[in-house]
T-cell receptor
């Protein structure tokens, strides 16, 4: 089993829709959680951290469920510019334990 | 502020040639990471440095790969000899703290080995 697993997608949704995807992790000792965004042929960029209490940044909401060992990302009122690959990142105690998921591709159609 | 700077952005070379990729991290960041990304394997950590010292190179594929960080503002990743299976995008990233996943990536070096 992979340490971090994501549905690769693609998720193809109309503009204005709400879309959510999850990321599961296998190490219960994992400490920190993040979502990164990667545009086609670009570098990954930090989108948001994921806190135990959940956090929101505009149209984006991230949540952590430690009991079930997954994190989620919800995008409301999706825009064409949200089309990208979303990578979840799980860390656990050392830099070599910064584990990237393989990413979920999101495509927003007009 | 300048971000992580990588060079070259693109490199096409022939099998057997030496390839050197370069990275300048963000000033003040203590940790530097080299990642490789392919469609098949996603993002793989090759090696990371903390305060210029290599901490974990277990992700380096084989002896053909080597990395150095002679000072806080410069790192190289060398492949000698290169093989077609090394074709990938190589990212350098830096972070302020070693064990937090807030990484700042360079734009990557796209390597094609013919």
């Amino acid at each position: 089993r992979k340490e971090v697993e994501q549905d690769p997608g693609p998720f193809n949704v109309p503009e204005g829709a709400t879309v959510a995807f999850n990321c599961t992790y296998s190490n219960s000792a994992s400490q920190s959680f993040f979502w990164y965004r990667q545009d086609c042929r670009k570098e990954p960029k930090l989108l948001m951290s994921v806190y135990s209490s959940g956090n929101e940044d505009g149209r984006f909401t991230a949540q952590l469920n430690r009991a079930s060992q997954y994190i989620s990302l919800l995008i409301r009122d999706s825009k064409l510019s949200d089309s990208a690959t979303y990578l979840c990142v799980v860390t656990g105690g050392s830099a070599s334990k910064i584990i990237f998921g393989s990413g979920t591709r999101l495509s927003i159609r007009p | 502020d300048a971000g992580v700077i990588q060079s070259p952005r693109h490199e096409v070379t022939e099998m057997g040639q030496e390839v050197t990729l370069r990275c300048k991290p963000i000033s003040g960041h203590n940790s530097l990471f080299w990642y490789r990304q392919t469609m098949m394997r996603g993002l793989e950590l090759l090696i990371y440095f903390n305060n210029n010292v290599p901490i974990d190179d277990s992700g380096m594929p084989e002896d053909r790969f080597s990395a150095k960080m002679p000072n806080a503002s410069f790192s190289t990743l060398k492949i000698q000899p290169s093989e077609p299976r090394d074709s990938a995008v190589y990212f350098c990233a830096s972070s302020l703290l070693e064990d937090i996943g807030e990484l700042f990536f360079g734009e990557g070096s796209r390597l094609t080995v013919l």
